[in-house]
């Protein structure tokens, strides 16, 4: 015989019921919580504090008490002044007369002429010196002289070098610097030539093709001739 259930017994037919009274609840206690009214703690009256009251510091009383200044002993008392009786004579100094007689005989001294030191200059670089050395066959003004004796110089050291001489050392290839300083002096004529090269056999070239160089117009400053430094580079192409 099998039992059967009573279907008013079954609770899950009141799961809605339940569910809708649980929700309800939760509603309440939530408008409860925040329908609260709350107030904030209160103290006993601590006074009032005024923050602009000044302290009042006791200010101790002190004596001025003034240094006592040494006493300083009094002057030493002059000494005895002995008066003694002018009985001494005094010797009178006679100023003789400068002034010559017509007979005397006045002596001259010889005045000899001292020759003044001739003013040395000393060498002046080509950059500043007021009038540059003349490269024969150069005209025109000073800035004109100063550019075309440049130009000579570069064209005479390209034309007199030995341009395969730098291959046949067997230098690395690419560009090679080369500084010339040379001075012209007095006379014109061009000494001192210095040379920086990458070979000793092209250091001497240099020298060599600058000795070739013409004689030129000395340069002058302040009027009188001088020896004038002049320095150039020079780039050599080795392929």
Known sequence: MEIK???????????KIFMQIGLVLALFVTYV?????TY??????LGVLN??????????ITERIE????KTPPPPAPEKIEVVEDEKEIEETVIESTETDESEAVVVEEIIEVAEAEEVIEDV??????????????????????????????????RKFDADLPNELGLSPGRKRVFIGFKIDRSGKIVDIQARAPHPKIKSEVISVMNQL????????RGKPVGVKYSIPFTLIVE
């Open 125 to 158: 670089s080509f950059m500043i010196i007021e009038d540059v050395p003349v490269f024969p066959g150069c005209k025109g003004s000073k800035a004109e002289l100063k550019a075309c004796f440049s130009k000579m110089v570069q064209k005479h050291f390209s």
């Open 214 to 221: 013409p004689t030129m117009k000395p340069g002058r400053q």
């Open 40 to 45: 904030d703690k209160t103290y006993g009256d």
């Open 5 to 15: 259930k009573n279907p008013k017994s079954n609770l899950e037919n009141f799961s």
């Open 51 to 60: 923050m602009n009251a000044e302290m009042e510091e006791e200010i101790p």
């Open 33 to 37: 919580a925040i329908e609260q009214k």
């Open 67 to 70: 240094p006592v200044k040494p």
